[in-house]
């Protein structure tokens, strides 16, 4: 069911201004009971302003004069002329200005240390192109000479949760990850000696 504009607050006249049950009131705007419950004991929304649905047009009296002799009936919201906010389509998300910068850092360290992602991924995870993620990958880039790659994390580029999703779906398609940094052959000295220097010692 359509919820109404603001729940919280309309959910605050209808327990100020009628006989409805927190149940009728919790299921018409989208709120769990409790925090209903909550409004009355004015232990939440202290000092919010209610919003009347009937002077917005989402309920008539008769609706709730219906509701209030039944305890078992359910609020209809009223059909409106208003148009409804539409949901933003899935797309590359929008970067501030003064992040874009940091972009192709981002893309270096993913390609780096997250090949098992896919560069349309890769695309949608820090909002890039194809033709950047490209250039970056083959050095063609005009920031490449100061290029750092940095974790889009640690930029702010993108979410640890949106990051290890799109791993765990990239490894779920049957992509590697990247394997361990290998580590250094040559043992580190014990405290006291020397690296050796190669070849025989002289005397």
């Known amino acids: 069911m359509t919820q109404p504009l603001m729940p919280q607050a309309t959910a605050v006249w209808l327990v ?9 009131i919790s299921e018409f705007c ?22 009347d649905p009937i002077v917005n047009g989402q309920l008539s009296k008769e609706e709730i004069v219906r509701c209030e002799a039944d305890p078992e009936a359910r609020l209809q919201i009223a059909k409106s002329d208003i148009p ?17 910068q940091d972009k192709p850092d981002a893309i270096a360290w ?13 695309g949608r995870l820090i909002g890039t192109t194809k033709p ?17 790659p940095r974790s889009p994390i640690e930029l702010g580029l993108a979410s ?23 580590p250094d052959p040559t043992p580190e000295p014990l405290p006291g000696e020397y690296p050796p220097l190669g070849g025989e010692p002289s005397y």
């Open 160 to 182: 640890r949760k949106d990051m290890a999703a799109a791993i765990a779906k990239a490894i779920k398609a049957g992509r590697q990850p990247a394997p361990p940094p290998e």
């Open 16 to 24: 100020e201004n009628t006989g409805l049950t927190f149940d009728q």
């Open 110 to 122: 993913l390609l780096r240390h997250h090949p098992e992602l896919t560069d349309a991924q890769i």
């Open 30 to 51: 989208g709120l769990h009971p409790l925090e209903v419950q909550a409004i009355a004991d004015e232990e939440v929304a202290i000092g919010m302003q209610g919003l």
């Open 84 to 100: 409804q906010p539409v949901a933003r389509p899935k797309g590359p998300r929008y970067t501030p200005l003064s992040k874009r």
């Open 132 to 148: 950047t993620i490209n250039a970056v990958r083959d050095r063609t880039h005009k920031n490449t000479p100061n290029m750092r």
